[in-house]
């Protein structure tokens, strides 16, 4: 083991099984993680008119693209609040891996309905496209629902356990989403204070709980009019649930990745850790302000009520102040002159800070509905959202990653790894202001075929797209020096 | 508000941001103790929390008076003085208009027969200038204003299938 482990009773021989499942989450959705930008890099090489492929293929690498990342980076990050919750929490292992094997299920579902099926409606598979495609059949639309079933029903099964396993510890749900620390005046006694991981998981497990309803609730009438039980569906209503399981699904992925930032910093900078007020107030606010900007997908439908465009406006707005002013200001405060020693996981840390920022105000702005007027569906929307993702989630999830192999298997990095991400940080940046750039020029999004004028943004941004490939393939090579050694050491014999 | 006021309005807060985050990534070296930083952190979040709620309550007025609900434009930009109707399909459009008159306050009567299409109205120098989604069983009224004749090209912004891509049409603005 290296010097810098998070406090708690880590590796003892009670919790080494749950470490192997949360190396096998995070191992599945690297993998997945990389074949699918490998899809997306050829995307943009067909943007750029350097590898033309069929708009039918296209849409179908759109499709895996979509679905591959959202599901796989989910997985990952809660293969990385498994490892950190196992320290102070008891977790089953059954569970988990139920839940592992269900979501995995979505897999074969997935390729089936794209690669044998034909189908390429989309990651969001928004209705009634799935079973009106043209170019598909009705059944490759309801695998991909199925596809949909499995990773609902296998994160709610993680979701369960956990929201379960943290409530049995703390003694009750109040205590364990830290009210007791929020409420607290300074004559009360000791309050409760969870670890931030365990609030943390408990805010996330209650978010991915509400979302699989709104899931639900939109893939019965689905299934029902495939089997022809009713006739159709009110788009209207199935378009408001699929956004609101889709986008909060995405959205909480890097709030559960942002988790894995809490318990990594103290290791770097000796500082954080605790359950401040603010830290907890940041985390029972996030359960609303995941939930509830959805609406917002909707603006460009004038059908929808008004006072669902107002809730979905205020929503995404307060994301703003809330986000920064509790979550990455203490973040901040964190790193600011901490003297935070540097390694591959800090500095993945440090980009991530500003690359969520730098998505979120592109959010920001695309979600004041007479700015969304102009960016809807142009391909600022994927810009925002892939600086979330890109700059984001994966610098925390992989930083994460990187952390807990090292310190499985005890083998140090190699200096100049952190070269590799920083390099990474600069590649996904200008990657990310192309796709910016291009959404300003109202350049469509979900488009096989690009003018010759739009041609440029995308040869720009292939070289970034390399450039992130090659320095992650970097950080592979110093990471699975200790990959072997790290799975050992989470065998329950030792 | 053009797309290129967007833009510059986010290189300029990215701009601002990346200052700031430098600061804290340059301070590192120059040790402080935790309980130091965390006090002024905390001071910072006091004076913070105020003006920028404050901003953000205004900015909402703004944005919903901005808005292109046909409540909010027809007190924006006044009552519609043609009517336009917009029906779409995989992969096409039908509008009962070819040609539109300048400076007339227009509505389209947007809809689809099969699935959800996106209406987005590009001027003559490709930029998009406005939208409204095309949903089957609903009618969505997107009032707007040409100020500019011209050549405007019809494009689908909601993705409806393989051939979104070339679902195109066009009419001239006299």
Redesign the interface.
């Known amino acids: 083991m290296s010097d810098h482990s998070i406090d708690g009773p880590a590796y003892g021989s009670e919790n080494r099984p749950i470490l192997r499942i949360a190396l096998v989450y995070m191992l599945t959705g690297f993998v997945i993680f990389l074949i699918m930008g490998i899809l997306g890099l050829i995307m943009r090489l067909d943007h750029a008119g350097w590898w033309v492929i069929s708009p039918n293929w296209f849409y179908r690498i759109m499709t895996l693209h979509g679905a591959g990342m959202v599901a796989s980076l989910l997985m990952a990050a809660l293969g990385g609040i498994i490892a950190i919750l196992n320290r102070t929490v008891k977790l089953s292992a059954r569970w988990l891996w139920s839940a592992y094997v269900v979501y995995s299920l979505s897999v074969p579902f997935l390729l089936y309905a794209v690669l044998i099926g034909g189908f390429s409606g989309g990651w969001t598979a928004l209705d009634p496209l799935p079973y009106h495609g043209m170019t598909w059949s009705k059944s490759a639309g309801v695998m991909m629902y199925v596809t949909f079933l499995a990773v609902g029903v296998g994160f709610l099964i993680y979701c369960v356990h956990v929201f379960d396993a943290v409530r049995r510890k703390a003694g009750g749900v109040r205590r364990a989403l830290a009210w007791e620390v929020i409420f607290s005046r300074k004559s009360d006694a000791q309050p409760y204070e969870p670890e931030v991981a365990e609030l943390a998981a408990i805010a996330t497990a209650i978010i991915g709980i509400v979302t699989v309803i709104g899931g639900v609730l939109v893939l019965v009438p689905l299934f029902a009019e495939a089997a022809g039980l009713v006739k159709s569906v009110n788009p209207l209503y199935s378009k408001n649930f699929i956004m609101l399981f889709g986008h909060s699904i995405a959205n909480v992925t890097i709030y559960i990745a942002v988790a894995l930032v809490y318990g990594l910093l103290p290791v770097y900078t000796k500082r954080g850790g605790h359950t401040t007020k603010f830290v907890a107030l940041a985390w029972n606010f996030t359960i609303i302000l995941v939930l509830t900007p959805p609406p917002h997908h909707l603006y460009q439908d004038f059908a929808q009520p008004l006072g669902l465009a107002i809730i979905g406006q205020v929503a995404s707005w307060s994301i703003a102040p809330s986000v920064l002013l509790l979550t990455i200001l203490g973040n901040l405060s964190y790193i600011y002159r901490s003297g935070m020693r540097w390694a591959v996981p800090s500095v993945m840390i440090a980009l991530g800070f500003w690359g969520w920022v730098f998505g979120g105000i592109g959010g920001t702005i695309d979600s004041a509905i007479p700015a969304n007027q102009l960016l809807h569906n142009t391909l600022w929307v994927p810009a925002h959202f892939h600086a979330y993702y890109l700059l984001g989630v994966t610098t925390f999830v992989w930083g994460y990653l990187f952390y807990l192999i090292s310190d499985l298997s005890g083998v140090r990095e190699k200096a100049s790894t952190k070269i590799a991400a920083w390099l990474y940080g600069i590649a996904g940046a200008g990657f990310l202001l192309v796709f910016f750039f291009s959404g300003a020029d109202s350049i469509p999004r979900r488009y096989a075929v690009h003018l010759p004028e739009w041609n440029l943004y995308a040869a720009i941004a292939v070289p970034f797209v390399l450039l992130t490939i090659v320095s992650l393939l970097w950080i592979i090579a110093d990471m699975i020096r200790g990959l072997r050694s790290a799975w050992r050491n989470t065998s329950a014999v030792k | 508000?053009?797309?290129?006021d967007?833009?510059i309005?986010?290189l300029v807060?990215?701009a601002i941001?990346?200052a700031i985050?430098f600061k804290?990534?340059l301070?590192?070296?120059?040790?402080?103790p935790?309980e130091e930083?965390?006090k002024?952190?905390?001071t910072?979040?006091r004076r913070?929390?105020f003006p920028?709620?404050a901003a953000?309550v205004i900015?909402?007025t703004a944005?919903?008076y901005?808005?292109?609900?046909?409540?909010f434009r027809e007190h924006t930009i006044g009552k519609p003085e043609v009517t336009v109707n917009v029906n779409s399909f995989?992969w096409g459009w039908i509008l009962d208009a070819d040609t539109l008159p300048v400076h007339k306050v227009v509505e389209f009567n947007v809809t689809s027969r099969?699935?959800?299409h996106?209406f987005?109205i590009?001027n003559s120098e490709?930029?998009?200038?406005?939208?409204?989604?095309a949903?089957?069983?609903?009618?969505?009224?997107?009032i707007f204003k040409f100020d500019e004749p011209g050549e405007y090209t019809i494009?689908c912004?909601?993705?409806?299938?393989?051939?979104?891509?070339?679902m195109l049409a066009t009419f001239t603005v006299d």
Not at chain 2, 66 to 71: E, H, K
Not at chain 2, 126 to 133: D, E, H, K, N
Not at chain 2, 135 to 142: C, I, Q, S
Not at chain 2, 158 to 166: A, P, R, W
């Open positions: 508000m053009t797309q290129k967007i833009l309005l986010f807060l990215s941001w990346t985050w804290v990534i301070s590192i070296p120059n040790i402080q935790e930083v965390t002024n952190a905390n910072l979040r913070l929390a920028m709620i953000l900015l909402l944005v919903f901005w808005s292109p609900y046909p409540i995989q099969d699935v959800n996106g987005a590009y490709g930029r998009l200038v406005a939208q409204t989604q949903m089957p069983g609903y009618v969505n009224k997107l494009r912004l909601e993705y409806c299938g393989v051939s979104h891509h070339v």
